[in-house]
């Protein structure tokens, strides 16, 4: 059977459209690869008009978000596309439709009803009034700069949003609104990644320190196997600035090109680091990544070079401070 073209606004086919996760459909499965055979999807095209459908039910809650009965309210809708973000969590939990339609399932169409309510007795405080339409929330994503081309900042945006909302405050009388960034929203999950990231770099610090005894000792030797060519040196006319100089150079040229090699080799992995997999997993049959276990379909990997230079610059100077006790020891 054929998709009637006006099967939204036909009277035989009341059906409203919706957007699922991909998880939210229970006919997907993730391969090994998590990748999805697209024969389940509930878009396919065979699948009209019965497997398509899917019934979503909601609770609706009174204007002080509590649930005065329960009286669940279904509505069948057409799927008529899939949604994912590559994130488990999300795919597993959104579903997307018409926005007046979710209105009415939760009865939060515009009413007669009353503004405020006594905190004791939960009983209404004045006279009914026309309550507007409502909603829980509202996202709001930041533009892009037409001059930089960049997107404005959270913080910027917060602060526009926080404009607007004073703005119709002082028109209309609003309940408490809250907005949050989008960090603020996730700040417990960003907070344990910030500790991981705290731990890492503490590691970090820890081998650095490492580094510097390796090069010290390094650098020691050679200048105890070059005490005769350094002797000439100064025979020569050679001064302690000069000797100093030559080892500290060398130390120096040392942390660069370590450097140097340590970011092109980490940044070709990073990049290519769910590439270097399926071809470990192809040739060898070991993944490292388990898609089906982990909340993302990918592995996560972008190279920040704010966080980056730092720990470069770190790497340079370790050899520098390694290769100094060695530089007094010739001079």
């Given at each position: 059977m054929t998709v009637p073209t006006?099967?939204?606004t036909d009277p035989q086919h009341p059906l409203a459209a919706a957007v699922i996760?991909?998880?939210?459909?229970?006919?997907?499965?993730?391969d090994a690869r998590g990748q999805y055979d697209l024969d389940n999807s509930l878009v396919f095209p065979n699948h009209w008009p019965t497997t398509r459908q899917v019934k979503l039910t909601t609770v609706p809650l009174n204007t002080r978000g509590s649930v005065d009965k329960l009286s669940p309210k279904s509505r069948n809708f057409i799927t008529v596309?899939?949604?994912k973000s590559g994130h488990y969590e999300i795919d597993s939990m959104t579903v997307f439709v018409p926005f007046d339609v979710i209105q009415k399932m939760l009865d939060m169409e515009?009413?007669?009803?009353?503004?405020?309510?006594?905190?004791?007795?939960g009983r209404p405080v004045g006279e009914a009034v026309d309550v507007p339409p409502q909603t829980t929330h509202i996202l709001v994503r930041a533009a892009v700069?037409?001059?930089?081309?960049?997107r404005y900042s959270a913080e910027a945006l917060q602060e526009a949003v926080d404009g607007a909302i004073d703005r119709v405050r002082a028109r209309v009388p609003l309940p408490i609104v809250g907005n949050r960034t989008w960090r603020q929203a996730f700040a417990r999950l960003l907070g344990a990644v910030g500790n991981e990231k705290g731990m890492v770099t503490f590691l970090f610090v820890i081998i650095s320190i490492v580094a510097v005894f390796m090069v010290s000792t390094t650098f020691w030797t050679l200048v105890q196997n070059k005490t005769r060519d350094i002797g000439v040196m100064r025979a020569i006319g050679a001064s302690r600035a000069g000797i100093l100089s030559l080892f500290l150079g060398y130390g120096l040229a040392i942390g660069v090109v370590g450097a140097a090699a340590g970011f092109a080799l980490a940044w070709g992995i990073v990049t290519y680091l769910n590439e270097i997999q399926e071809f470990i997993a192809a040739y060898f049959g070991w993944r490292m990544w388990d898609p089906q276990i982990y909340a993302f379909d990918r592995i996560p990997s972008r190279i920040d070079m704010h966080e980056t230079l730092p720990i470069v610059f770190g790497a340079v100077l370790s050899s520098v401070l390694g290769a100094l006790i060695a530089a007094l020891r010739a001079a």
């Open positions: 006006n099967w939204q996760g991909i998880e939210v459909n229970p006919y997907h499965i993730r596309n899939e949604y515009g009413y007669k009803g009353y503004p405020q309510y006594d905190d004791v007795t700069d037409s001059a930089t081309g960049q």
